[in-house]
C-alpha cells in the first residue's frame, strides 16, 4: 500500500501554473511588490472581506512584522498560549517581549479566555491568542477583556484561513491577524504569510518594514527586514485560490468519514463543531484519553504502516530549552495545555485523502 503522509500540499494544474507565470519571463520582475504580488493582495482583501493584506515570505516574518510595528517597549509582556507552533513563542520573543502564557481550555484547545485577566499586569500590551486546528478563540470575551484594559489583540490565525464565523471572516478579528500560506496550510503560496488588518496607518509601515525599514529613495527609517513574497509564490497564491473552495469541500469529505469511523470510540474525543463556525477543515486532532492505546502506541503504529500522523503541538512552547530560564515558563503553569499535548495526534488530512485512506487509518486506530 501507498505511503500516506500527513499532508499533501494542494497544487494547481501543472499547465495553470505554467500559464500564470509566463510573463514573468518577459517582465523580469521576480520580487519587490510586482504585478502577481498586486494582484494576490487585490484576491486576498476581497475573499477575506477586509480592507488591507500585507503578504509576506512566511507567516513567521509577518507576526514579527505586525509586532515590531506596535513598537511596544522593549520587555513588555505579552499574553499567549504555549499550545502553538514554536513561531509564535518565537516571534514574540524575537521582537523584544516577553511570553506570558495562558492555559487553554479543553474543548477546541484555544486559549482560555476566563484565565487571561489574572495574568495582566501593568507591563501587559496585547494579547496575541491562537485560533487552533481551525477552531476559532472566542473573540467576543477576548475582545472585551482588550477593551477594558486597553490591550491590542493580534491573532495568530496561522490555521484559520477561509473560516468564518458568524458570517466574518476570521481575518477581521482583532486589531490584526496573521496567516501563514505554507505548503502544508489549506491555501499555500509555497512558502508565504499575511497579516489583515483594518488601520490604514499600518499600510506603509509594514511595507516599509518588511523592506529593510526603506522609506523612500533616501530615507530608512526602521530597522526592518527582507520579508517581502516573491511573484512565484503570489503566482502559486492566484491559482490555488481560484480553487480553495473545491479543496475545502474534499477536506470536509475526509473529516466526516473520520468522524463516522471515530465519533462515540470510548477514550477517543474529537472536537465537536463550533457553533457558527464555517470550518476550514484544516486539521483532524483526535485526543486519546483512556483509550486502549496511548497516543505514542498509535503513532507507532500508523507509522508501521506506512501512515504519518503528527504530534501537534508537542511538546508545548513553554517547556522548550530555549525558555526555561523565562519566569513565565513551565508546563506546571498550563495544566490543560500539558495534558492535551501529552494525548493529541493530529491524523492526515489533505484534499486527496479519500474515504478508503480514512478507513485504512481508523482500522489501524480501533484495531479491526
Known amino acids: 500500500m501507498s505511503k500516506i503522509n500527513v499532508t499533501r500540499s494542494s497544487m494547481p494544474s501543472y499547465e495553470e501554473y505554467c500559464e500564470e507565470i509566463k510573463e514573468l519571463w518577459e517582465s523580469r520582475w521576480l520580487t519587490n511588490m510586482g504585478a502577481k504580488h498586486r494582484q494576490l493582495q487585490a484576491d486576498l482583501e476581497k475573499y477575506l472581506n477586509v480592507p488591507h493584506v500585507s503578504l509576506y515570505t512566511n507567516g513567521h516574518l509577518a507576526l514579527e512584522g505586525i509586532l515590531q510595528g506596535m513598537d511596544f517597549p522593549k520587555g513588555s509582556e505579552i499574553i499567549t498560549t504555549p499550545f502553538t507552533f514554536a513561531s509564535t513563542t518565537h516571534a514574540i520573543v524575537r521582537s523584544g517581549y516577553v511570553p506570558v502564557f495562558c492555559d487553554v481550555n479543553d474543548v477546541d484547545y484555544t486559549i482560555d479566555v476566563t484565565k487571561i485577566e489574572s ?57 490584526a491577524s496573521m496567516f ?21 496607518s499600518l499600510v506603509q509601515l509594514l511595507n516599509d518594514i518588511r ?84 497516543r505514542d502506541d498509535v503513532f507507532a503504529k500508523l507509522a508501521e504502516n506506512d501512515i504519518i500522523a503528527r504530534k501537534y503541538f508537542f511538546p508545548l512552547t513553554n517547556s522548550f530549552e530555549c525558555y526555561e530560564d523565562y519566569p513565565t515558563a513551565g508546563t506546571e503553569k498550563t495544566p490543560v495545555a500539558a495534558y492535551i499535548a501529552d494525548r493529541v495526534l493530529t491524523l492526515p488530512l489533505y484534499a486527496d485523502l479519500t474515504a478508503e485512506d480514512v478507513d485504512r487509518i481508523c482500522d489501524i486506530i480501533i484495531g479491526k
Open 211 to 294: 523592506n529593510f525599514g526603506i522609506c523612500g529613495p533616501e530615507s530608512v527609517r526602521y530597522v526592518g527586514g527582507n520579508a517581502k513574497m516573491n511573484e512565484f509564490q503570489a503566482a502559486m497564491g492566484i491559482c490555488n485560490l481560484r480553487h480553495l473552495g473545491g479543496e475545502i469541500e474534499k477536506r470536509k469529505a475526509a473529516v466526516e468519514q473520520y468522524r463516522k469511523r471515530l465519533s462515540g470510540v470510548e477514550g477517543i474525543k474529537i472536537c465537536p463543531e463550533q457553533e457558527g463556525v464555517q470550518s476550514n477543515y484544516a486539521y483532524f486532532p483526535v485526543v486519546f484519553d483512556g483509550y486502549k492505546y496511548t
Open 119 to 175: 495574568l495582566i499586569t501593568d507591563k501587559t500590551v496585547a494579547i496575541v491568542p491562537v485560533h487552533v486546528y481551525g477552531n476559532i478563540c472566542d473573540t467576543e470575551a477576548i475582545d472585551a477583556i482588550a477593551k477594558k484594559h486597553n490591550l491590542k489583540v493580534i491573532y495568530d490565525a496561522a490555521h484559520a484561513f477561509g473560516v468564518v464565523k458568524n458570517g466574518v471572516s476570521a481575518a477581521n478579528f482583532g486589531y
Open 180 to 200: 501563514s500560506f505554507h505548503a502544508t496550510k489549506v491555501f499555500n503560496t509555497i512558502e508565504g504569510g499575511a497579516v489583515t488588518f483594518a488601520d490604514d
